[in-house]
């Protein structure tokens, strides 16, 4: 049977752990990781975003994932931790369980960008 949006995304939020926004802050500030902020150029360029994180547009995450791919990126490491984040959480989730699919072994759904600011991560 087909899969609805509602149900990828049941199964991303059953697999990828969340973290709230206090929790990203403060793992954020140990460093260590990989944030990656997978929101689109625009509401990248009509809001900012977190320092130092990487930003691939969702469209584009499994390209810049893929070692064999030519548009790698090595910020992307199988074991290193990565921190996703959206406008809302729900791309995260379902970002997250790509990468897991893919063979990360540490992706956390951090959530929104906004919310994200509010408690505390500096921007750019």
Do not use: W
């Not at 140990?30 to 997978?38: A, E, K, N, T, Y």
């Not at 990487?54 to 995450?61: A, D, E, F, M, Q």
């Amino acid at each position: 049977m087909p899969k609805t949006s509602k149900d990828l995304l049941a199964e991303a939020n059953a697999t990828v752990q969340k973290l709230s926004p206090a929790e990203a802050a403060a793992r954020i500030g140990q460093g260590g990781v990989l944030v990656l902020d997978i929101r689109d150029s625009a509401e990248l360029q009509a809001a900012g975003k977190l320092e130092g994180a990487l930003h691939v547009p969702r469209g584009s995450l499994e390209f810049k994932a893929d070692p064999e791919n030519p548009m790698y990126d090595p910020a992307f490491q199988k074991d290193r931790p990565i921190l996703i984040h959206c406008a809302a959480g729900g791309r995260a989730a379902l970002a997250g369980k790509t990468l897991q699919d893919m063979g990360y072994t540490n992706v956390v759904n951090i959530g929104g960008f906004k919310d994200l600011v509010e408690a505390g991560v500096p921007t750019e």
